[in-house]
Each structure stands twice: as C-alpha cells, then as structure tokens.
C-alpha cells in the first residue's frame, strides 16, 4: 500500500513538471487562401525547418538551378539536419534544393545563401523582403536554416507559413521538387522525402517538415483533390501527420472548388485584361454559393474584391490585353 502511494506521488510531479503543449494550426484552401479551421493562427513562434520554403523560394527565382561551384568552408560549423556536404565539393543548385526540401540539410541552406545572397545577412534579408510581400506580417527571418539556438531562429505563425506554401505552390519549380518522394543527388545520394504524407496519403502533393527543441514539430503539407488544394500548418503538434491527413480529408470531404472567374479576357471599366486559366474558389457543400464580385481600378490594375461568405478576397490582375496572367492574390 505504500509503495503505491509512492508510484501515485512520483506519478503525480511527473504531471506537474511536463509542458503543456500549445498547438496552433490553419487550414487553408491554397487557391484563394480562405482559412477554413484554424487555432491560434496569429501566435508567433519558433517554426524551425519548414522555413526552408522560404529559402527555397528565394533560390529558385533569384538563382539559376543549373549554377554549379565548390561548397565554402562555411557549411563546416552547421548543425543538425545534414546532405553531408564537404569544403569544395562541387555542387549544383539543384541537388542543394532537392537536399533542402527532402532531407532538410541545413549544410545545403547555408551553401545556398552563400551562393544565392553573396552571404547568408544578405539572402536573409531577401527572406525578409519576400516576407512583406506575400503578406506575412507577423514573421521574421533570421537565418536560412531554422536553427533556433543561437540566434533566437525565425518566428511566424500558422497563418503565415499558409500564407507562403500558397504563394510557393504558384511555382512549378518548388511544386515538383517538394513533391518529390525519391531523388538522386550528382553525387549517388538517394534520399527520400521526410514528409510522410507524401507516401501515406494518396491526395498529398508537397510538404515540409520541421524539428528544434524551441519550436518541437512543425509541419506544413498540401492535399488536392480535383481542383480544391488544401494547405495545413501545424506548429508545437506531436501527432502531427495524422492531424494532416485528417484535416486534408475533412476538406476533401466538406468542401468543392467552385469557379469564379473563367478563362478568357474581359473589359471593365473601358479597361482590358486577361485571365489565363479557371480561377476556383472553395466553397462548403450543401450551402448557398453566395458570392458577390466587385471590381476597380488602382494603380494600372484591375482589382477584384470576391465576397465568399464571411471573407473577402481580393485579386489583382494587370491592365494588359496582350499579357495574360492568372492573377495575383493578395
């Protein structure tokens, strides 16, 4: 009997000394970027690997995927995640993006700010750039790698990092490598892609993942199901593949894509401009489409204004009957 007062008395301070977890996740539907379930969305945190994304995106319109030079000696002081590069290795842009995205090596990250920014201050300071135009107003990057331990590492929030996958997704360069479930490096590696998902879920499309003790897990993924692509963010979630999937699967389930505007050109306003492909938004099944277009004229572009219910989305589109676009979400 005493004995097990003892185990009831260990067990109880062992309750009392384990963190709580505070989970904050979104859901967003990647075309028009509609929050569909969240928690916490707007909390900043440390993210730790998923702000690779950025990193990637970065190289991949500043850089030339073709680029290929000797590895710096500065990879010889990283931490954590490797591909296991070595000074002067000679190296593609690339591989480093397949090494970044599938096996989250913070040597490839620094290699490609190095390369990409002239220096990682620099590339980092393009991270933040691109940060402020996407919309991400409550991030700061501090380094390429996610790395929190010396620097404090790069805060966002779930809505933000949705916010950046829906923007990284447009691109069909980071599409197919952060899809990518095998690769083989120029140097025999083959590495497989961390997020699980990709192998589990047959509607996944792309995703990162990310690990520090500051941030614990943190995971951004894609799911597309005919012509709805959902994004999820979990940050500080310990179950999180299977919270992915299951939210992945509400969406498919609860949600369609519904078309707003079509392909083709259109004049408002005495104005021309040109819509490239079918543009969709999601919509709750079994509910009354309720949407209401508005349109203006600001600064040379043609700006949509989609109520959907509760949110308003708006698009820009460039006043040019000769340069079609798919428009730009703001």
Not at 87 to 104: A, F, H, I, W
Not at 136 to 157: A, I, Q, W
Not at 191 to 207: E, P, V
Not at 233 to 244: G, I, K, N, Q
Request: charged content about 25%; hydrophobic content about 35%.
């Amino acid at each position: 009997m005493e004995l097990k007062k003892i185990i009831c008395c260990l067990l109880l301070l062992t309750l009392q000394i384990l963190p709580i977890k505070a989970e904050s996740y979104c859901v967003m539907s990647g075309e028009d970027q509609q929050v569909l379930e969240e928690k916490d969305m707007h909390k900043q945190q440390s993210v730790a690997s998923i702000s690779k994304i950025m990193t990637a995106m970065i190289a991949i319109e500043k850089g030339n995927l073709q680029d290929r030079w000797q590895c710096s000696e500065a990879i010889e002081t990283v931490d954590g995640s490797m591909i296991y590069l070595q000074k002067d290795q000679m190296v593609s842009l690339e591989s480093l993006l397949y090494g970044l995205m599938l096996r989250s090596g913070n040597d490839a990250a620094v290699e490609i700010a190095e390369h990409v920014g002239g220096n990682e201050e620099n590339f980092v300071a393009m991270m933040n750039e691109k940060a402020k135009e996407i919309g991400m107003s409550r991030t700061l990057f501090r380094n390429p790698t996610g790395l929190d331990e010396k620097d404090g590492g790069n805060v966002s929030t779930a809505y933000d990092m949705a916010l950046l996958m829906s923007y990284a997704l447009k691109n069909r360069t980071f599409r197919k490598i952060a899809g990518t479930k095998y690769y083989t490096s120029e140097w025999n590696y083959r590495w497989k892609n961390k997020n699980r998902l990709l192998f589990s879920y047959d509607k996944s499309t792309a995703g990162k993942t990310g690990f520090t003790k500051q941030a614990g897990r943190t995971l951004v993924t894609s799911a597309k199901n005919k012509q709805l692509e959902s994004i999820v963010v979990t940050l500080d979630m310990h179950d999180d593949f299977r919270f992915h999937e299951q939210a992945h699967q509400r969406v498919s389930e609860e949600y369609e894509a519904l078309v707003w505007l079509d392909k083709g050109s259109y004049r408002v306003q005495e104005k021309q401009f040109a819509v490239e492909r079918k543009l969709y938004v999601a919509h709750k099944k079994g509910t009354g489409a309720n949407l209401r277009v508005h349109s203006h004229i600001e600064q040379g572009e043609m700006v949509y204004e989609l109520q959907h219910h509760e949110q308003s989305l708006l698009y820009r589109f460039p006043l040019a009957a000769s340069k079609k676009t798919t428009g730009e979400r703001l």
